[in-house]
């Protein structure tokens, strides 16, 4: 019955939400002046949404996670495409390792992934 969950984050600055998610390896699906949706493979889809006056979300309820089978990748890429950093890949005690970085509207993104090598 249920095939996908595609949210859709509220972004003070557009373009530049969209930017930080293409340099992440992510492709536009869709776009207009004021929605732009996202995906990466057949699994991941989401929207992001222009709100004037919607600032940085990072004390706002939400976990942005997304699942990867490469976690060293995420961080090479991120770290070559200048990418905020927030924690470098770590081993959490339920065994996967994750990393976080922010979006330029403030969301923090969370990849978490295969368990240490």
Request: aromatic letters at 12%; a negative charge.
């Amino acid at each position: 019955m249920y095939t996908r969950l595609q949210p859709v984050l509220y972004v003070e600055n557009l373009a530049a939400e969209v930017d930080f998610y293409r340099r992440l390896g992510f492709d536009t699906v869709f776009e207009s002046d004021t929605f732009v949706g996202l995906a990466y493979g057949e699994s991941i889809l989401f929207g992001l949404e222009h709100h004037p006056g919607h600032g940085p979300l990072t004390d706002q309820p939400l976990l942005w996670q997304i699942g990867t089978d490469d976690i060293e990748a995420v961080h090479r890429r991120c770290r070559e495409k200048g990418v905020e950093i927030l924690a470098a890949p770590q081993l959490e005690e339920w065994g996967d390792r994750t990393m976080q970085v922010r979006s330029p509207n403030g969301y923090h993104v969370t990849f978490e992934g295969e368990r240490e090598p």
